[in-house]
């Protein structure tokens, strides 16, 4: 999470949305609680030379639309072949 309590300290001096800086927080720690899960899962980094030929590889991913009390969250859940 990059820099929560300053970007809650802003929004309240600037009177923003908190429950639009959570949702956007939420969804940041999300997608990339996802996308290590895939990488410890495959036991190689992204582009690491190990997981060429290795019978099971990343295989992009698909989007996906969750719905929460801070809002709508926009996930993008990664692939692998197998």
Same mark, same amino acid.
């Given at each position: 999470? &990059?820099?929560?309590?300053?970007?809650?300290?802003?929004?309240?001096?600037?009177?923003?949305?908190?429950? !639009?800086?959570?949702?956007?927080?939420?969804?940041?720690?999300?997608?990339?609680?996802?996308?290590?899960?895939?990488?410890?899962?495959?036991? /190689? !980094?992204? /582009? !690491?030379?190990?997981?060429?030929?290795?019978? &099971?590889? %990343?295989?992009?991913? /698909?989007? %996906?639309?969750?719905?929460?009390? /801070?809002?709508?969250?926009?996930?993008?859940?990664?692939?692998?072949? &197998?």
């Amino acid at each position: 999470m &990059n820099n929560l309590t300053t970007d809650i300290l802003q929004t309240l001096a600037t009177k923003g949305d908190l429950n !639009e800086l959570f949702r956007s927080h939420l969804e940041l720690a999300v997608n990339t609680l996802l996308r290590t899960e895939l990488t410890a899962f495959l036991d /190689y !980094e992204k /582009y !690491e030379r190990i997981g060429f030929h290795s019978g &099971n590889s %990343r295989n992009g991913t /698909y989007d %996906r639309k969750v719905k929460t009390e /801070y809002g709508e969250l926009k996930l993008q859940i990664p692939r692998d072949r &197998n």
